[in-house]
T-cell receptor, first 112, second 117 residues
Framework: GDSVTQMEGPVTLSEEAFLTINCTYT??????LFWYVQYPGEGLQLLLK?????DKGSNKGFEATYRKETTSFHLEKGSVQVSDSAVYFC???????????FGKGTMLLVSP | EAGVTQFPSHSVIEKGQTVTLRCDPI?????LYWYRRVMGKEIKFLLH????????ESGMPNNRFLAERTGGTYSTLKVQPAELEDSGVYFC???????????????FGEGSRLTVL
């Protein structure tokens, strides 16, 4: 079945540091890929997505590129802020009704 | 516009008791999903409603779990009797119906944390 593997956390960075959170996937079909973020005390919200190979999703300074050859969708940001502290979930959807398969989540802690 | 709301935010019950979780989706969203995150594990799909009909309930762990969505509005998820392994955070999500399309954007509630002692 489908699965998503993302790096274990927590990831601890200083403000303005470069961020990479690795995500790889296995899927039977040609999935769409997503990053969701959960800020403290809130529900998950879509951060960015990509629906086909070589697409780059971007939002709020975060980027991720759909790499079919390496089955990866790594999340990057050039300069993190304290407000980026949250749990980040990589996910895929292999069905037409948007059922998502999630990774375990990676907690990011950014200190001033 | 109100988001997805879930109640209760936290419930502590003893093994063998019953708990009912409620989810109010965003108004007008036909699709409603239940997911669960057990400590340290992935968020797992439980089931999917389209309006009042169960589109996919392949993720429901066993028959102690019962989900309903009468009238196609809010949904309830009942666990009866609760077991220790049912502890976790139960998320509800909703989305507009886009037949044949795969947008993947679900709108999640904050989750209901269930602790079974």
């Amino acid at each position: 079945g489908d699965s998503v593997t993302q790096m274990e956390g927590p990831v601890t960075l200083s403000e303005e540091a470069f961020l990479t959170i690795n995500c790889t996937y296995t899927a039977t079909g040609y999935p769409s890929l997503f990053w969701y973020v959960q800020y403290p005390g809130e529900g998950l919200q879509l951060l960015l997505k990509a629906t086909k190979a070589d697409d780059k999703g971007s939002n709020k300074g975060f980027e991720a590129t759909y790499r079919k050859e390496t089955t990866s969708f790594h999340l990057e940001k050039g300069s993190v802020q304290v407000s980026d502290s949250a749990v980040y979930f990589c996910a895929l959807s292999d069905s037409g009704y948007s059922t998502l398969t999630f990774g375990k989540g990676t907690m990011l802690l950014v200190s001033p | 516009e109100a988001g997805v709301t879930q109640f209760p935010s936290h419930s502590v019950i003893e093994k063998g008791q019953t708990v009912t979780l409620r989810c109010d989706p965003i108004s007008g969203h036909d699709n409603l999903y239940w997911y669960r995150r057990v400590m340290g594990k992935e968020i797992k799909f439980l089931l999917h409603f389209v309006k009042e009909s169960k589109q996919d309930e392949s993720g429901m762990p066993n028959n102690r779990f019962l989900a309903e969505r009468t009238g196609g509005t809010y949904s309830t998820l009942k666990v009866q009797p609760a077991e220790l392994e049912d502890s976790g955070v139960y998320f509800c999500a909703s989305s507009q119906r886009l037949a044949g399309a795969n947008t993947g954007e679900l709108f999640f509630g904050e989750g209901s944390r269930l602790t079974v002692l």
